[in-house]
């Protein structure tokens, strides 16, 4: 399985708007319940980069 870091990666680095919000939106439903975002219902590129960068500083809290 890939890391926290490697999949957050992987929605930054693809370019297609739709598979990134489905990476995306995998990689949350992922997360502890109580580190889940609870996402917006129109995702832009601009959206994205914020969640993930919250999504990283989330999981950095201690349990």
Do not use: F, G, W
Not at 16 to 29: E, F, H, K, P
Not at 42 to 61: C, G, S
Request: proline residues 3%.
């Amino acid at each position: 399985m890939k890391s926290l870091q490697d999949r957050v990666s992987a929605v930054r680095e693809e370019h297609n708007t739709d598979r990134r919000i489905r990476l995306l939106q995998r990689l949350n439903s992922s997360l502890p319940i109580n580190r889940q975002l609870q996402l917006q219902s129109l995702i832009t590129n601009a959206y994205i980069r914020t969640a993930l960068d919250i999504i990283e500083e989330r999981m950095k809290l201690p349990a």
